[in-house]
């Protein structure tokens, strides 16, 4: 197993194909709020950031949003809890705008 992780192709090439199902999917077969995060954090990792945003648009802004928190988590500010909850509100709708978007427009 040890021959996977041996370059950072082959370990992408191996995670691809070991990627969660999501459980809302799987009972529903509709497709969650989160749905193509994993395929396009992997493309993101790749370099390929077109085929990254085509597969999930939020998750530049959630990678933002979790640095930043852990961010100011380590070190703290003044208005830690203001910057935190807007950003958490911006990144929730930029979610549910590209959520929408995908179910009711493509």
Request: glycine residues 6%.
């Amino acid at each position: 197993m040890t021959f996977i992780f041996c370059s950072s192709i082959s370990f992408f090439d191996w995670l691809q194909n070991h990627l969660l199902t999501c459980p809302f999917k799987a009972l529903t077969g509709i497709d969650c709020p989160g749905c193509g995060f994993q395929r396009s954090l992997i493309a993101m990792c790749k370099g390929d950031f077109e085929t990254s945003w085509m597969l999930y648009p939020p998750t530049i802004p959630l990678i933002f949003l979790f640095l930043t928190a852990g961010i100011l988590y380590k070190f703290p500010v003044k208005h830690q809890s203001l910057v935190l909850k807007t950003l958490m509100l911006i990144v929730g709708n930029f979610v549910m705008i590209s959520y929408i978007y995908k179910m009711f427009i493509q």
